[in-house]
Nanobody, 123 residues
Framework: QVRLVESGGGLVQAGGSLRLSCAASGRTFSSYTMGWFRQAPGKEREFVAAISLVGGSTYYADSVKGRFTISRDNAKNTVYLQMNSLKPEDTAVYYC????????????????WGKGTLVTVSS
């Protein structure tokens, strides 16, 4: 009932910036939380950032605090992840997700997932 499509990934040099977009369509009014997760080669999927669609609160993994910013354009049903000061360890497939639980940012609480967009940071 909800479709999520990520875009904006690519190859960038360390220290550079990228902005990821997640366009949502369908029954988006049923979602309360949207977030970004990533999975690097040989690693498990990890939480990156999330935003509450109820109160607007944002949450970040310690590894990206101060460098990444999550935001939402309600008119376009789109969430963004501004990624600055990128590091090689940020290299991963980034997934957009949406959940119906109001304040739950866990991956297991997410009900819908995008196909992912690859971010590669070179040194």
């Amino acid at each position: 009932q909800v479709r999520l499509v990520e875009s904006g990934g690519g190859l960038v040099q360390a220290g550079g910036s990228l902005r990821l977009s997640c366009a949502a369509s369908g029954r988006t009014f049923s979602s309360y939380t949207m977030g970004w997760f990533r999975q690097a080669p040989g690693k498990e999927r990890e939480f990156v950032a999330a935003i509450s669609l109820v109160g607007g609160s944002t949450y970040y993994a310690d590894s990206v605090k101060g460098r990444f910013t999550i935001s939402r354009d309600n008119a376009k049903n789109t969430v963004y992840l501004q990624m600055n000061s990128l590091k090689p360890e940020d290299t991963a497939v980034y997934y957009c997700a949406a959940g119906t639980a109001p304040y739950d940012i866990r991956a297991g609480a997410m009900d819908y997932w995008g196909k992912g967009t690859l971010v590669t940071v070179s040194s």
